[in-house]
T-cell receptor, first 115, second 115 residues
Framework: EPEVTQTPSHQVTQMGQEVILRCVPISNHLYFYWYRQILGQKVEFLVSFYNNEISEKSEIFDDQFSVERPDGSNFTLKIRSTKLEDSAMYFC?????????????FGPGTRLTVL | AQSVTQPDIHITVSEGASLELRCNYSYGATPYLFWYVQSPGQGLQLLLKYFSGDTLVQGIKGFEAEFKRSQSSFNLRKPSVHWSDAAEYFCAVGALSGGSYIPTFGRGTSLIVHP
């Protein structure tokens, strides 16, 4: 069964460093998403991406964040200059064809620790 | 703006016992409601969803949920819990955005299953 994969599973970085979190969505999907979950808190929507551009973003997704689909398979989240409060679990998700409802399939997440 | 409340942070049940996880939502229009499960080290998996029609919806793994508009609730139930059901459960209400539904998640309920 196809699944969303994410690498790395755990990333440790120093405050102020740039990080890139990588995701490989399900191959025929059209919509891509990033969410984050700070420890003990809710899963929060960051951004959705469709047709090579951002279609929706939350207020969390400020200028420090960017997303890219550099090739036909990867979907990346870049944090330009990490802060302590960026420490969280980051989930990638993808969903399929256009229509009334597209179930989102989530990856296992990348745990980001900012020291 | 939509919101979801899961009043129980932890629920402990014995294996074989019945289960009900509570979820209350706030949303201005007809809600699109979801339950997700997150097992340790795994991504979020969709258990079931409600869009319209029959207010009792069946999902995977023997779960069901009932939409009650008068109570703004969408509680998750299972008649007999298995040890493998131990996980984090998230209720979500979805808003259509750009062709897909962006879920707003509750804080989650951690299910502990005693043998």
């Amino acid at each position: 069964e196809p699944e969303v994969t994410q690498t790395p599973s755990h990333q440790v970085t120093q405050m102020g460093q740039e990080v890139i979190l990588r995701c490989v969505p399900i191959s025929n999907h059209l919509y891509f998403y990033w969410y984050r979950q700070i420890l003990g808190q809710k899963v929060e929507f960051l951004v959705s991406f469709y047709n090579n551009e951002i279609s929706e973003k939350s207020e969390i997704f400020d200028d420090q964040f960017s997303v890219e689909r550099p090739d036909g398979s990867n979907f990346t989240l870049k944090i330009r200059s990490t802060k302590l409060e960026d420490s969280a679990m980051y989930f990638c998700a993808s969903s399929g064809r256009l229509g009334n409802y597209n179930e989102q399939f989530f990856g296992p997440g990348t745990r980001l620790t900012v020291l | 703006a939509q919101s979801v409340t899961q009043p129980d942070i932890h629920i402990t049940v014995s294996e074989g016992a019945s289960l009900e996880l509570r979820c209350n939502y706030s949303y201005g229009a007809t809600p699109y409601l979801f339950w997700y499960v997150q097992s340790p080290g795994q991504g979020l998996q969709l258990l079931l969803k409600y869009f319209s029609g029959d207010t009792l919806v069946q999902g995977i793994k023997g779960f069901e949920a009932e939409f009650k508009r008068s109570q703004s609730s969408f509680n998750l139930r299972k008649p007999s819990v298995h040890w493998s059901d131990a996980a984090e459960y998230f209720c979500a209400v979805g808003a259509l955005s750009g062709g897909s539904y962006i879920p707003t998640f509750g804080r989650g309920t951690s299910l502990i299953v005693h043998p």
